[in-house]
T-cell receptor, first 108, second 114 residues
Framework: GIQVEQSPPDLILQEGANSTLRCNFSDSVNNLQWFHQNPWGQLINLFY???GTKQNGRLSATTVATERYSLLYISSSQTTDSGVYFCAVTNYGQNFVFGPGTRLSVLP | ETGVTQSPTHLIKTRGQQVTLRCSSQ?????VSWYQQALGQGPQFIFQ???????GRGNFPPRFSGLQFPNYSSELNVNALELDDSALYLCASTLGVGRTDTQYFGPGTRLTVL
């Protein structure tokens, strides 16, 4: 089955710093989404981005489907951005395959 | 707020017991998927139900079973609990089979097996 890798596994930032999270996947996908999981376990959809670039406030994402990677950019990070960021893909199936996540800690 | 709710929030069981976890989907969402998330890992697909029938299954043994009801609620049942079943269990609902682009997750049930 499709494999999903994420880097870095852990990231510690000072408030106000920028960061880039990466997701690599091993096969073609028809869906890629970025999620933020808060400390209570809730997964929040950030972007539906099987290809191209999208922006939402301080967050933006780019997926280069032909090269099988996606990037999530966080600018001017805030303490509320802390949590785990997951990339999840669908390989023309009915379920997500999740990466292992990037744990982000933003310090005040 | 995703419109998907799960109960209970937390649960403690002992090895060998049986457990039932519940999920209430968004109104009109006829597809529900269940995921298991072990500590420090990404969620793993358990199975999906579409119109009350199982519609796909991940690499989980038969002691993991489910039910989906006409009122958009569903259950995950786990028999003969093992220590490794300790995890966060997430359900996700969507309108239509194969529509992961509009799949919304509940807050999860944290199961501890002692």
């Amino acid at each position: 089955g499709i494999q999903v890798e994420q880097s870095p596994p852990d990231l510690i930032l000072q408030e106000g710093a920028n960061s880039t999270l990466r997701c690599n996947f091993s096969d073609s996908v028809n869906n890629l989404q970025w999620f933020h999981q808060n400390p209570w376990g809730q997964l929040i959809n950030l972007f539906y981005i099987p290809s191209g670039t999208k922006q939402n406030g301080r967050l933006s994402a780019t997926t280069v489907a032909t090269e099988r990677y996606s990037l999530l950019y966080i600018s001017s990070s805030q303490t509320t951005d802390s949590g785990v960021y997951f990339c999840a893909v669908t390989n023309y199936g009915q379920n997500f395959v999740f990466g292992p996540g990037t744990r982000l800690s933003v310090l005040p | 707020e995703t419109g998907v709710t799960q109960s209970p929030t937390h649960l403690i069981k002992t090895r060998g017991q049986q457990v039932t976890l519940r999920c209430s989907s968004q109104s009109g969402h006829n597809t529900v998927s269940w995921y298991q998330q072990a500590l420090g890992q990404g969620p793993q697909f358990i199975f999906q139900y579409y119109r009350e029938e199982e519609n796909g299954r991940g690499n989980f043994p038969p002691r993991f079973s489910g039910l989906q009801f006409p009122n958009y609620s569903s259950e995950l049942n786990v028999n003969a609990l093992e220590l490794d079943d300790s995890a966060l269990y997430l359900c996700a609902s969507t309108l239509g089979v194969g529509r992961t682009d509009t799949q919304y997750f509940g807050p999860g049930t944290r199961l501890t097996v002692l």
